[in-house]
């Protein structure tokens, strides 16, 4: 009896952990591997903390875009795999490996969440 509960327990985690990290969008993971500046943009709040090899600094929305555009066109990605993603409040993040032909990255994703939707407020991406 002990067993099955505590089985029934772990399978309730799983099945709650997995719910969560579902509500961050697909599209973000997704523009990360093809390198689309332009889809994570549609995410990115109206300032944005972008840090980035040679960029450190707020900007604004299309700034960042262009920044990003610029980095991918740099960093053609191969892929892109979610390490860790989790929400808590009104917050969000999402941690990942971008790989390039010439380099990895981890990339971090702040969010915030207002009215169910996420919204990219600090973006960090970093050789691995």
Do not use: W
Not at 48 to 57: A, E, N, S, T, Y
């Amino acid at each position: 009896m002990k067993l099955k509960v505590i089985t029934l327990l772990i399978f309730g985690l799983i099945i709650t952990g997995t719910i969560i990290a579902q509500n961050i969008p697909n599209d973000i993971p997704t523009a990360f591997k093809t390198g689309d500046a332009q889809l994570l943009e549609k995410y990115m709040e109206n300032k944005i903390f972008l840090i980035i090899p040679g960029i450190k600094q707020q900007l604004s929305r299309p700034k960042a875009k262009e920044k990003l555009s610029v980095f991918f066109s740099n960093n053609k990605p191969m892929d892109f795999k979610t390490i860790h993603q989790s929400e808590q409040n009104n917050s969000g993040y999402m941690i990942g490996k971008l790989s390039s032909k010439n380099h990895e990255f981890r990339v971090h994703i702040l969010m915030k969440i207002t009215d169910k939707k996420y919204i990219i407020n600090q973006l960090r991406i970093e050789n691995f």
